[in-house]
């Protein structure tokens, strides 16, 4: 019998299977670039060195892979990479792109605090406002510790802490204001007013 899913991982299923259409273009974009680029601001691989020198051969997994482009900038690198994403519906995305630019790997319906891979199994992996957001960090990150190798690396990527504080409803194209709108202290699950997604914010220190 199939466990239920916790409530925060059900409801970003169903909220990244109706944002999905979204980002179909954007995926599509970043499927086609040769030069991975990250954020918000679309920053180069060659100016922040996210990615390990030497990456061929190596076993990768991106956690919360949407529609799987950081995977395939990982496989054009030589990596032998994985997806694992929460939304059925990004990762019939993903799959489309796969075939539509020859690129192919492992995708896993699964939620990012409970994965299906056995203890050690990858040298690297990676998060690009994936779990990093959309996960619980108090299990997400002990998960990614599980099935790292010994001396295997995390990175990941997400909203910064102050852009968090003072923004005060989300909008693609909300600014922060000028003033804090939420505490720092306490952080940790966050919801957006109108919306049943759920995000997950620390600050630094924790």
Same mark, same amino acid.
């Given at each position: 019998?199939?466990?239920?899913?916790?409530? /925060?991982?059900?409801? &970003?299923?169903?909220?990244?299977? *109706?944002?999905?259409?979204?980002? @179909?273009?954007?995926? *599509?974009?970043?499927?086609?670039? !040769?030069?991975?680029?990250?954020?918000?601001?679309?920053?180069?691989?060659?100016?922040? @060195?996210?990615?390990?020198?030497?990456?061929?051969?190596?076993?990768?997994?991106?956690?919360?892979?949407?529609?799987?482009?950081?995977?395939?900038?990982?496989? *054009?690198?030589?990596?032998?990479?994985?997806?694992?994403? &929460?939304?059925?519906?990004?990762?019939?995305?993903?799959?489309?792109?796969?075939? $539509?630019?020859?690129?192919?790997? +492992?995708? /896993?319906?699964?939620?990012?605090?409970?994965?299906?891979?056995?203890?050690?199994?990858? =040298?690297?992996?990676?998060?690009?406002? %994936? !779990?990093?957001?959309?996960?619980?960090?108090?299990?997400?990150?002990?998960?990614?510790? *599980?099935?790292?190798?010994? %001396?295997?690396?995390?990175?990941?990527?997400?909203?910064?802490?102050?852009?968090?504080?003072?923004?005060?409803?989300? $909008?693609? =194209?909300?600014?922060?204001?000028?003033? @804090?709108?939420?505490?720092?202290?306490?952080?940790?699950?966050?919801?957006?007013?109108?919306?049943?997604?759920?995000?997950? /914010?620390? +600050? /630094?220190?924790?």
């Amino acid at each position: 019998m199939t466990e239920p899913l916790p409530e /925060h991982v059900a409801a &970003n299923r169903e909220a990244w299977d *109706r944002y999905a259409v979204d980002y @179909l273009e954007p995926g *599509r974009r970043a499927w086609a670039s !040769a030069e991975p680029s990250w954020g918000t601001w679309g920053v180069p691989e060659a100016e922040l @060195l996210l990615l390990p020198d030497d990456l061929d051969g190596k076993d990768t997994i991106e956690l919360g892979c949407g529609t799987g482009y950081v995977s395939a900038w990982l496989a *054009r690198r030589g990596a032998r990479p994985v997806g694992i994403d &929460n939304s059925p519906v990004q990762l019939e995305n993903a799959r489309r792109f796969q075939t $539509e630019f020859g690129v192919e790997f +492992p995708l /896993h319906l699964g939620n990012a605090e409970a994965t299906p891979f056995p203890d050690a199994s990858f =040298d690297f992996a990676i998060s690009e406002y %994936g !779990a990093c957001l959309w996960a619980d960090p108090y299990r997400w990150v002990p998960e990614a510790s *599980r099935i790292l190798k010994p %001396g295997g690396q995390l990175v990941f990527l997400t909203n910064g802490v102050i852009l968090h504080l003072a923004v005060e409803e989300y $909008e693609a =194209d909300d600014p922060a204001k000028e003033a @804090l709108q939420r505490p720092l202290f306490g952080m940790h699950r966050h919801s957006w007013p109108d919306e049943t997604s759920v995000e997950f /914010h620390l +600050p /630094h220190g924790e």
